[in-house]
């Protein structure tokens, strides 16, 4: 059982590309999020989805998008990168999105914008 | 959601309890306590979470004051591997959108 998956695990990015980070699960979770982590500021969400086909903004959305085309995947994608987006970026799901439910973490994708 | 004080950092000797703090004076009702660790370069770990009891699991024990507005997770002998930095985190029960981490305790373990 893999649970979560992340692909790149690292990326070096030029400012301005476009660029999606990948996040696959296999335990059928209904509800998906995408954070980033700063150092000093801990993890920050940035968009969540309920369930297939719905999705959401966290705190820190702006320069993000995200799908849920379907249950199991969930990319992150970065329209134009700039510096400021430079961080390690952890998809997370759980069976359903309330509270006294787990969240399980992939390894995290480590992104580096020039 | 209420948000949470925890000291930066901890040092616990190899074998012994390991005993973190975490100050949640704005917790409302129907919001849970939820402990995550993690170790240096991976995602998160979930350890324990709790409404109003205390809560024990195979990785720790998790005690909640009887006013909610303070808990301490309990490594009962901790060991090297559990260096790592550990959140406390309050999270109502509807608001999925809302999962603080803030910054943790980095938790040293040592020989």
């Known amino acids: 059982i893999a649970g979560i998956t992340q692909a790149p695990t690292s990326q070096i990015l030029a400012a301005g590309r476009r660029m999606t980070l990948r996040c696959t699960q296999d335990?059928?979770?209904?509800?998906m999020y995408w954070y980033r982590q700063d150092l000093g500021l801990g993890l920050r969400l940035i968009h969540y989805?309920?369930?297939?086909?719905?999705?959401g903004k966290g705190e820190v959305p702006d320069g993000y998008s995200v799908s849920r085309a379907n249950t199991d995947d969930f990319p992150l994608t970065l329209a134009s990168a700039v510096p400021s987006q430079t961080s390690v970026y952890f998809c997370?799901?759980?069976?359903?999105?309330?509270?006294?439910?787990?969240?399980?973490f992939g390894p995290g994708t480590r992104l580096t914008v020039l | 959601d209420a948000k949470t004080t925890q000291p930066t950092s901890m040092d616990c000797a190899e074998g012994r309890a390991a005993n973190l703090p975490c100050n949640h004076s704005?917790?409302?009702?129907?919001?849970?306590v939820y402990w995550y660790r993690q170790i240096h370069s991976q995602g998160p770990q979930y350890i324990i979470h709790?409404?109003?009891n205390n809560e024990t699991n195979e990785m720790a024990s998790l005690i909640i004051t009887e006013d909610r507005k303070s808990s301490t997770l309990i490594l009962p002998h901790a060991t090297l591997r559990d260096t790592a930095v550990y959140y406390c985190?309050?999270?109502?029960?509807?608001?999925?959108?809302?999962?603080?981490f803030g910054s943790g305790t980095k938790l040293n373990v040592k020989p």
């Open positions: 997370a799901s759980s069976d359903r999105p309330t509270s006294g439910i787990e969240q399980f």
């Open positions: 335990m059928r979770h209904n509800a």
């Open positions: 989805s309920n369930t297939a086909g719905t999705t």
């Open positions: 704005t917790i409302s009702g129907n919001e849970y």
């Open positions: 709790g409404l109003k």
């Open positions: 985190i309050v999270r109502g029960l509807y608001n999925f959108n809302k999962f603080y």
